[in-house]
């Protein structure tokens, strides 16, 4: 029921919100009114963030630039230079680290002849993790070890000790916060999950509301007979709407009693909104059609609620916002959930005299597997997957001001065709095409199509893609 459209919707969702974090560095906030052994940490904690991108190869204002080696592509360092805040203090000009101007170079040979930097260098790929590795022992051992280093520390009038180890213990543990991942990628396996299982929850929330608003109409109408002065109409009532077959079969339908039963919301809570959401059942003309005539069939009892559905329900502005804010797994679920309650309406037309079953979460294993495969193969593949889509848009794009949901949806869509070898390029192509252009910015369908076009060349050329 879950069907991969909507899968692959979760899986770009979650992945956007994983990898968005992921990758956001922390920076240390020092107040100003602090002791001055906490304003001068606050002075060594950004020196060695500078430091950091001085020795990584970005012009930052001061002289002694050096030339890197493997550092030049640090991860750790991208990140940096595009942290707002730290944007915002070179730009100012009002912290600089002219104090190590003079041994910059010496820093640097410290560092590429080190026993550290030459085991990452010996690494085919590295990792965030690898860098933040690299990167703390550096301090530790090169810069805070270091005489020169520290002489030209001592140089800033405000230099404490406890301020000098303190900024340092802070800067490797904003740093290690950016490995510090392996519970929120196990969360956000989770949430994918959990995604998925509201989705399926929703189809029969759906159905429970049609239930519980043919409950209401039958106490309303138990209700007029009751009244110190019913009329004739409130005595001898139409109760067509009350007694529809539909709800009936759903009602006594022992397959579906357990998904009835499990749902989140208890539409009897909700009484103002069942209120009004029935009143624009009576007063719509499908209903008075449908209650003045003759037809008394189980397909017209169908006709009615799918009508009621797709021009009542689901246009509803007040049951799409309690959706929403009674899970933000919902926020894009109802349109194809909704489908498939019309489809489920479509087959008790059609079959009677059957006994008719829930749609099933997932059509079958592979569709259950899919999502959470997916997932890990765009999160273990993702640098390689973003070169792919760098070599392609580096001469004419700036690809560190690409919108970062076209990035995660270009990854997704490149796992999907390098490891699911029977969906065919031009599906994965039209479905992710049509999930930018409805998450993403007004051009991105057509940008992500012609990026990915040059991809799949790419990869065929070299054999990796073979379908």
Not at 101 to 127: C, G
Not at 346 to 354: H, M
């Amino acid at each position: 029921m879950i069907n991969r459209i909507l899968i692959r919707i979760k899986v770009v969702q979650i992945l956007y919100s994983y990898l968005l974090t992921k990758g956001e560095f922390k920076l240390e906030t020092f107040n100003d009114n602090i002791s001055r052994d906490k304003k001068y940490a606050s002075s060594i904690y950004f020196d060695l963030i500078l430091l950091i991108l001085k020795l990584s190869g970005y012009n930052i204002g001061n002289k002694a630039n050096i030339t890197p080696s493997l550092l030049q592509n640090c991860k750790i360092a991208k990140l940096l230079i595009n942290n707002n805040d730290i944007k915002a203090l070179i730009a100012k000009e009002n912290h600089n680290i002219g104090y190590y101007d003079n041994i910059i170079s010496d820093l640097n040979n410290l560092i590429i002849s080190s026993s550290v930097y030459k085991d990452f260098a010996k690494k085919k790929s590295t990792t965030l993790e690898d860098e933040v590795t690299l990167w703390n022992v550096i301090i530790g051992t090169i810069f805070l070890k270091n005489e020169k280093f520290v002489s030209a520390s001592r140089q800033n009038e405000g230099f404490t000790l406890n301020g000098f180890e303190l900024g340092s213990e802070l800067l490797m543990n904003s740093l290690s916060e950016l490995c510090d991942n392996r519970m929120s990628l196990t969360n956000a396996r989770t949430a994918l999950s959990t995604s998925l299982d509201k989705s399926y929850e929703l189809y029969f929330c759906i159905l429970n509301l049609m239930i519980e608003l043919t409950k209401l109409q039958a106490e309303n109408i138990e209700n007029a007979k009751n009244k110190f002065l019913p009329t004739l109409e409130d005595l001898n009532p139409n109760t067509k709407f009350i007694d529809n077959k539909l709800i009936d079969l759903i009602i006594n339908n022992p397959n579906f009693e357990e998904g009835l039963s499990k749902t989140s919301i208890n539409w009897a809570e909700e009484p103002i909104l069942l209120r009004n959401i029935l009143n624009s059942i009576i007063t719509s003309d499908a209903y008075n059609e449908y209650m003045s005539s003759n037809d008394s069939s189980l397909a017209s009892d169908c006709d009615l609620w799918k009508n009621i559905l797709k021009n009542i329900i689901f246009n509803n502005d007040d049951f799409i916002e309690l959706l929403e804010s009674k899970s933000s797994f919902w926020n894009d679920d109802l349109h194809v959930i909704g489908t498939f309650v019309i489809k489920t309406i479509k087959q008790f037309a059609n079959n009677p005299e059957s006994e008719i079953n829930p749609i099933s979460q997932f059509k079958d294993e592979e569709d259950a597997k899919f999502g959470i495969t997916l997932f890990d193969e765009t999160i273990t593949n993702f640098e390689t997957y973003r070169s792919y889509i760098d070599k392609f848009i580096s001469k004419q794009w700036d690809s560190d001001r690409l919108a970062f949901m076209d990035i995660v949806i270009m990854t997704t869509a490149i796992a999907e065709m390098l490891k699911f070898p029977l969906i065919p390029i031009p599906v994965t192509l039209n479905e992710y095409i049509e999930i930018a252009n409805s998450y993403s910015t007004a051009k991105s369908g057509q940008f992500i199509n012609g990026i990915l076009y040059s991809v799949i060349n790419h990869l065929k050329s070299e054999g990796k893609l073979n379908k």
